[in-house]
């Protein structure tokens, strides 16, 4: 018994390759996993995403078992549960004695610290190696971002596209280009045909898990029914089947698009398991790419799928760990405002954000556009608090975890990192919404007007935003036509737009 080791699965790292695994020898290692208080309160996760770590954490432990491994697994209802993963860990080095515990590098800095004073203070030397999954380590990202004053996904994505070999004709794209971006912008006409998401029935295990969820965590957001989010590798490989088939054809013509009452349109809705472990992200590409090799789907849709996994998860990764603990702390615009309750209840006259924000109560999911442009959007024009901003997401998202929300949030959305790796405040009057939605049409305010009571409160707190920054943004060259407009505008159209966002943010707080 002596001779074993303890590894380490946490909640994210559900994947027989995960790196921790490569080290264990099945015939006498053990593997630890806890369902921890600590891990799903330190922010108030939504229910259904509680629901579904835990889940398919324990069909990872039956399939582990299943096959061959020892499992020392630590239900959250266990009597003997200290409620955190050192407490959880030292019952276990106190049982097993084991000659050392290995674990994959965690996906928080927050967690990566705890780990760091496990190594100084437990009583068994830790290892902790690094997480495989990803496409790019710590040490390249550091040397591709160093000399550079600005990190730009663009030029980061062509070497990844290099490098896999995805879409490539030798050193060349397919197609020519590398980016068909500005083919992903399409609204919704008449005469589509939504498909629909793919759903998994509970089975026991799941249900006994929706119960506990129940019962520990009523008074945390989000519903939790119905649940059907696949909670096995087999299951999303399933999802991932359907969306290849189904929605991949025209996810680029329209991931842009926003339509109410629709919550998933053509989005593959796979992100959350590809985060956890259940699906590889250079799988997922590589069905993509293969539709288009066969020609069941269009470039355009093809290269926009790949390059949010290649491109823009592998960057956000990178920028998290090359800039933490310090990024977490970034308030470039000095922004304070408390978050508005409406953000938890949905109560709001504005209907693109009620549309966002109940569909995220309902399903624990958004599509990028909608994060971006209207619950980010709007944050960023309203000054609100980053730090609460920032831990809504990372509370309300399925697919959430801080290496990929917080950079998200501190640095596309809210702009509070100056400028690192967004070439601009990500910021746009109604117009935006309504070109991209017909959430308008069913709005109490009037897209169509500029100021007063009646008209949408993005338009003045657009202009209201542009004056109140203006001081650190009017150099930016991107802003450069919208404060020239500013500046030739009338005074008394200045000072209408600011006094209508000053009536509408005094409401707000």
């Known amino acids: 018994m002596n001779s074993c080791r303890l590894i380490i699965i946490l909640g994210d790292q559900l994947s027989v390759g995960i790196s921790a695994l490569s080290y264990a020898d099945k015939c006498c290692d053990v593997i630890f996993m806890a369902e921890v208080s600590e891990e799903v309160t330190h922010v108030r996760y939504h229910k259904k995403k509680i629901a579904f770590i835990f889940s398919a954490m324990r ?63 437990l009583r068994c030397p830790i290892k902790i190696v690094s997480d495989t999954r990803f496409l790019v380590s710590h040490d390249e990202f550091k040397t591709w971002a160093l000399g550079r004053k600005q990190l730009r ?14 879409l490539m004709d030798g050193k060349q794209p397919i197609a020519g280009r590398w980016n068909f971006d500005n083919q992903n912008r399409k609204s919704f006409g008449n005469g589509l045909i939504l498909p629909k998401l793919l759903r998994f029935e509970p089975d026991t295990v799941t249900k006994n898990v929706l119960n506990l969820v129940a019962r520990r965590f009523s008074d945390h957001f989000g519903d939790l029914n119905p649940f059907y989010f696949a909670v096995t590798k087999r299951d999303a490989e399933r999802a991932l089947e359907h969306f290849i088939t189904k929605c991949l054809p025209y996810f680029g013509d329209y991931q842009d698009a926003m339509l109410k009452g629709e919550s998933f349109l053509y989005h593959s809705v796979l992100s959350h398991y590809m985060n956890c472990g259940l699906l590889e992200p250079l ?16 470039i355009n849709a093809v290269e926009g799928f790949i390059r949010q996994i290649i491109g823009w998860r592998e960057f956000v990764r990178g920028i998290y760990w090359l800039k933490m603990p310090e990024y977490r702390d970034q308030n470039f615009l000095a922004t304070e405002r408390p978050l508005p309750e409406f953000y938890w209840t949905g109560n709001t006259s504005m209907c693109c954000l009620r549309e966002a ?68 405040p990500y ?33 003045y707190l657009y202009w209201n935003f542009l004056a109140s920054n203006e001081k650190k943004l009017r150099t930016n060259p991107r802003l450069r036509n919208s404060y020239a407009t500013w500046r030739r505008m009338a005074d008394d159209s200045k000072k209408a737009y600011l006094k209508s966002a000053e009536s509408f943010l005094t409401k707000l707080r």
């Open 427 to 459: 910021a746009a009057s109604g117009s935006y919404i309504n070109k991209m939605s017909n959430y308008c049409s069913s709005c109490k305010y009037d897209v169509s007007q500029k100021i007063g009571a009646k008209a949408c409160p993005f338009n």
């Open 283 to 298: 799988e997922l590409c590589q069905r993509a790419a293969h539709a288009y090799d066969i020609g069941c789907a269009p």
């Open 59 to 121: 069909h990872f432990s039956n399939q582990l078992i299943e096959s061959g491994w020892r499992v020392h697994y630590v239900p959250l209802d266990d009597l003997h549960n200290t409620g955190s993963l050192t407490g959880e860990l030292e019952r276990a080095i106190e049982r097993y004695q084991p000659s050392g515990v290995i674990v994959t590098e965690p996906g928080e800095w927050r967690l990566l610290f705890k780990m760091r004073s496990w190594v100084k203070n």
């Open 357 to 424: 924000i109940n569909q995220t109560k309902e399903e624990a999911y958004a599509h990028h556009i909608q994060r971006l442009m209207v619950t980010g959007n709007f944050a960023l024009l309203s000054g609100i608090s980053t730090q609460e901003v920032h831990e809504w997401y990372l509370a309300v998202y399925a697919d959430a975890y801080e290496w990929v929300e917080l950079p998200n949030v501190i640095g596309m959305s809210l702009f509070a990192d100056g400028g690192l790796f967004a070439s601009k």
């Open 153 to 166: 996904m663009e030029y980061f994505y062509r070497e990844m596209r290099k490098k896999t070999g995805l």
